[in-house]
C-alpha cells in the first residue's frame, strides 16, 4: 500500500513539481516503512517557498534518523511562533514524537486544543502520533474532541 501511495504522489509531482505536499505525503510512507534517512530527503526538496509547511514532518523524520541536534533546532523554530500562527503546537507534537518525548508531546496536543488549532481534529487518525495512542491523556484527548 505504501509504494501504491508513493507512485501516486510521484505522479502528481511529475504534473505539478511544485506540489510540496505531495512529498509530505511520500515522506509519511517512507517514514511508516522505517526509511527515514529516505523521508529527510524527500522532505529536503521541497521548494524553499513551502519549507515553512513541511518543517513539523522533516523535524519528525530528521529525529527518527538521528540527526537530533537539526530536529530539535526545528521544533525551537516550530514552537516560536506567535500564539495565531497556525498549528504551532501539533506539529510541535510531531517533532517530540520523533524525539521519543511523549510527555512533552501530550503537553503540546493538549495546548493545541486550548488554542483550537486546527490540524488538533486530525490527531485521531494521524500516523505520526501511533506512539502515545496508549497514553490515557492522548485518549482524554480524542475524548475531548469526540473522536
Not at 60 to 85: F, Q, Y
Request: aromatic fraction near 8%.
Amino acid at each position: 500500500m505504501p509504494y501504491e501511495s508513493i507512485a501516486r504522489e510521484r505522479q502528481l509531482l511529475g504534473i505539478d513539481p511544485q506540489f510540496w505536499y505531495a512529498h509530505i505525503t511520500i515522506a509519511s510512507c517512507l517514514t511508516a516503512m522505517g526509511r527515514y534517512a529516505d523521508a529527510v530527503r524527500e522532505l529536503r526538496v521541497v521548494p524553499e517557498e513551502y519549507r515553512d509547511y513541511v518543517s513539523a514532518f522533516l523535524g519528525n523524520a530528521l529525529a527518527l534518523a538521528g540527526h537530533r541536534e537539526e530536529a530539535t533546532a526545528l521544533l525551537r523554530k516550530v514552537v516560536s511562533t506567535g500564539p495565531d500562527d497556525g498549528d504551532r503546537w501539533v506539529h510541535g507534537a510531531y517533532i517530540q514524537v520523533g524525539l521519543g518525548d511523549k510527555l512533552a508531546a501530550l503537553t503540546s496536543l493538549e495546548n493545541s486544543l486550548v488554542h483550537h488549532e486546527t490540524d488538533a481534529n486530525y490527531i485521531g487518525v494521524d500516523p505520526i502520533l501511533d506512539p502515545l495512542r496508549n497514553e490515557p491523556r492522548f485518549q482524554a484527548l480524542l475524548k475531548k474532541l469526540g473522536l
